[in-house]
């Protein structure tokens, strides 16, 4: 988990006045894990620290805090009810225009009480700058250590009619991804664009493709095969890290063979995936947006899992 500092700098511009509340430190079992926070201001909230007694509870505490910055140790069962056996202490701190952490910073860290930075703190601080290493959120001797968040992986969706309309509601609360969503004018958009999404209006699309990261996601579904098609041709030239496109079985044998007579291997052609999401959920745009999304997380999860192994076997 990370210091959403974008989050926290809209909230207070809407709201003025915003305490964010984070889980600083569990012990046992708990809802949610360490650095998962939520703001609070009078008549709303945002994010969760797990729902339950224990968000009821140090909401209504954060909207009557009277400090700038509060620790409290919370017992799940004895003290709220929960299932939870485990204890969650949080860290609630109120914000204003005035308080707003510098955004080009890798590390929020703080005190909780008087006293000066332990060393235990400083290293990790050293570390983090010295040696790349991206600290895990942590009360570490009474200070609070959280990494900024910053969005981990590029996305691209080309084309903003009904299903990339779906997606880009779906995937935009998704905190790592950096969302670019393409269409050939400004008014195939929606009025209204996600928050993390930028629109992009270029009425020769693949024109773009050589701005895509190498490693960056696509998601193409646009008005026309023919752009379809030339998307597809321009990524498998450029490189990406996962390229799916929306079709049925015939739409993709069709595909296959153009590409390939475009000069591209069945190899290399096998790394597009078409279609893309869970055809057992149906053809509705919203359907389609939500396997999409659980396709796109599974994939994560499995980078995520290979880069901890490489992690351990390199130790």
């Known amino acids: 988990m990370a210091f959403d500092l974008e989050a926290l700098r809209d909230a207070v511009a809407a709201h003025a006045r915003v305490t964010r509340v984070v889980v600083a430190q569990v012990k046992g079992s708990s809802p949610r894990e360490v650095g998962a926070a939520m703001l609070v201001w009078d008549g709303g909230q945002s994010g969760t620290i797990g729902g339950g007694a224990l968000e009821y509870e140090a909401a209504e505490l954060a909207r009557g805090q009277n400090m700038p910055r509060r620790l409290s140790t919370h017992a799940l069962g004895p003290d709220l009810g ?21 955004p080009d910073q890798d590390v929020v860290v703080r005190a909780t009480a008087p006293g000066s930075q332990p060393l235990a703190v400083s290293r990790l601080l050293n570390a983090a700058r010295n040696q790349g290493q991206r600290p895990e959120a942590q009360l570490l001797q009474g200070w609070m250590v959280e990494p900024v968040h910053r969005p981990s992986q590029s996305l691209w969706i080309w084309g903003a009619g009904h299903v990339g309309r779906a997606l880009a509601e779906v995937l935009a609360p998704l905190p790592d991804l950096d969302i670019t969503w393409v269409d050939v004018s400004a008014e195939k958009f929606p009025d209204s664009i996600p928050a993390g999404v930028t629109s992009l209006p270029e009425r020769a699309p693949e024109r773009l493709v050589p701005h895509a990261a190498p490693n960056a996601q696509h998601l193409i579904l646009t008005y026309s095969h023919q752009l379809d098609l030339a998307l597809c041709h321009g990524l498998l030239g450029h490189g990406f890290g996962f390229a799916g496109l929306i079709g049925s079985k015939t739409k993709w044998a069709r595909f296959r063979a153009r590409l390939s007579d475009l000069g591209h291997s069945q190899e290399q052609i096998a790394r597009l995936t078409c279609p893309i999401g869970l055809p057992e959920l149906g053809k509705h745009p919203q359907a389609i947006a939500i396997g999409v999304a659980a396709e796109l997380m599974a994939l994560s999860r499995r980078a995520d899992r290979n880069t901890e192994l490489n992690k351990e076997h390199s130790a």
């Open 82 to 102: 929960q299932c939870c056996g485990g204890s969650v202490t949080l860290l609630s701190e109120v914000y204003t225009s005035a308080d707003l952490p510098d």
